[in-house]
């Protein structure tokens, strides 16, 4: 996931745990995230995400969410996300 930013110039942390993704991101919120809706738990980007959007000092940042999961199977019922 790391091969196409990298090679544009950008510089990439890859984080398999939430916990580590969201103080990584907390430390900086000035950036950019590619978020992977599986990363060492399945489905665990989703809270992730859930995270970031609540955090008032996050919320203006850009997230990238991408996944492979069939729609639909990533959000419980009533979710804002689509």
């Keep these: 996931m790391g091969d196409l930013p990298t090679?544009?110039?950008y510089r990439v942390s890859i984080h398999r745990v939430a916990s580590?993704?969201?103080?990584a991101?907390?430390?900086?919120p000035r950036t950019r995230s590619a978020l992977a809706g599986h990363?060492?738990?399945p489905g665990a980007g989703?809270?992730?995400?859930a995270l970031l959007t609540l955090d008032?000092?996050?919320t203006a940042s850009p997230v990238l969410a991408c996944s492979a999961e069939p729609e639909g199977s990533h959000h419980p019922e009533g979710s804002r996300y689509p």
Excluded: E, I, N, S
């Excluded at 580590?20 to 103080?23: E, G, K, M, N, T």
């Design 20 to 23: 580590a993704a969201f103080a």
């Design 39 to 41: 990363m060492a738990t």
């Design 25 to 28: 991101r907390k430390a900086d």
């Design 46 to 49: 989703w809270p992730l995400l």
């Design 7 to 9: 090679a544009a110039g």
């Design 56 to 58: 008032p000092a996050l």
